[in-house]
């Protein structure tokens, strides 16, 4: 279990090429032995913007603070805080800050290596079993 503010995790330089002015909290992750998902908020300065790339998984977002654009291969879709973002696996974008503040936003994505799943047989006959029936 973890429950902290969140600018108690620590606020990291994104390093990507193609990124500007942009940082991010890894909110929840494999660190905290989260086993299918990360939670990240983002924080894009003005004038800044994630890299423009594709990947298998989906990304799944909030806004909460500023304004942006989801870049796509179709245009920009500009966005503000409140919005939510379904990004499809395979879906070239990145996301910019088209504002004067701070751009914030969470990202969900699912690990790269998510747990087994382990079944728990709540049906008494699909073991074979009748439990004296």
């Known amino acids: 279990m973890k429950l902290v503010p969140y600018t108690e995790v620590p606020l990291e330089a994104v390093t990507l090429e193609g990124t500007k002015k942009a940082k991010i909290r890894w909110l929840i992750s494999e660190k905290d032995n989260a086993p299918n998902f990360a939670m990240r908020m983002f924080e894009v300065e003005p004038g800044g913007f994630t890299p423009y790339h594709t990947h298998s998984w989906e990304h799944e ?7 942006g654009a989801l870049v796509t291969e179709d245009g920009e879709l ?41 079944k728990k047989n709540v049906n008494p006959f699909a073991a074979g079993k009748a439990n004296n029936c």
Do not use: R, S, W
């Not at 977002?61 to 304004?67: P, R």
């Not at 996301?95 to 382990?118: D, R, S």
């Open 61 to 67: 977002n909030f806004i909460l603070e500023g304004t």
């Open 78 to 118: 500009p966005f503000k805080p409140g919005d939510v973002i379904f990004v499809d696996p395979f879906m070239k974008h990145n996301y910019k800050n088209t504002g004067n503040t701070t751009l914030k936003f969470l990202c969900l994505v699912p690990l790269e290596k998510p747990a087994k799943q382990i």
